[in-house]
């Protein structure tokens, strides 16, 4: 039963990272189609941002309530609807619409599998599963512009994907007896610890260190994505082209990274992994600070993106081993949340600083994010520590 479920998980990143990168693919032709300014993309994404958000901070309510894999359930159902009505689109308010529910179904399903895998699952699973989502996130242009070839028929590529949702959202449907028999046993285990019952999760030893610490991994990750092109163009005299291939190897690293941190959980623990991703990703940063021979920032950037791949599922699933089974749910949706913030706020906070400056701040700001999580992460470990001897 465990199996099986687990393998519904893997399926249910892959269906989490498909529509993350499908509107910055198929915007250059949805914005002629429906008249609208190019800027105008922004718009769409702050509002599918503050409803992840939003669905990240009441996750664990809802959880409590209708137990994992209703919320699941109910999460990918409103996405696929969410991505249809993105292909009968008439108009741009009608994408604002419809990037509501998609927000707000991410958010949800997203604390909701990362706890469920946390408590349940090895290590090794975490880096696996968000190695699936970048899968997602891969193939999801890949269908979009197979369709987008032909004719520009992006609302083609949006109801396609729509349908693989749907798909998942049946399976999901038949096997929810399976997890609600998770969900029975897990009811049980936490009649057994009630050590932060009465507790605001915000009031337990590290958690605030731990916010920062996502907010600080996920504007890393987010601004290298976003900025790093620009500052291979206008700092270091790479044509766009060129710059395009080199942040590839960015994401190339992570994805590789993640298929590799599985492996490596099995002979090392989640602070070490922690550790040892924030101390390659300050490698990569200051690479592209030295003044060396410009190939190396490509070196800079294949070390941040292999930096980046244990960090992320290995703070998530060492939620529960810092703070308890009993506070790990609500304490997963507020990581969740900001972590979003951080990728929604962080790098055009850099955008501002660098057009009032220069684009040469980028990995000093990088720098600034890994030096900042590593601090955090090192504190937490000492709570812990003390905790134990208590």
Known sequence: MITLILIIIYLSFISLGLPDSLLGSAWPVIHTDLGVA????????????????????????????????????????????????????????????????LGLGAGSVDAALNNFVALHYKAKHMSWLHCFWGVGATLGPIIMSLFIAKNNQWQKGYFTISMIQFSLVAVLFITLPLWNRIGKDDNKAEEEEKSHQNTSALKIPGVKLALVSFVCYCGTEATAGLWGSSYLVNYKGLSAGEAAKWISLFYAGITIGRFLSGFLTIKFNNKTLIRSGQVVCMMGAITLILPLPTYFSMVGLILLGLGCAPIYPSMLHETPNRFGKEASQSIMGLQMAFAYMGSTFMPPLLGFIASKTSIAIFPYFLLCYISIMLVNSEKINKFMKKSKKC
């Open 38 to 101: 190019f800027s105008s993309a922004g718009i769409i994404s702050m509002i599918i941002s503050g409803g992840t958000i939003i669905s990240s901070l009441f996750s664990s309510k809802a959880i409590k309530s209708f137990g994992t894999g209703k919320v699941t359930f109910v999460s990918v159902a409103m996405t696929a609807v969410a991505l249809f009505g993105f292909s009968a689109a008439p108009s741009f308010i009608w994408l604002c619409i419809m990037a509501i529910p």
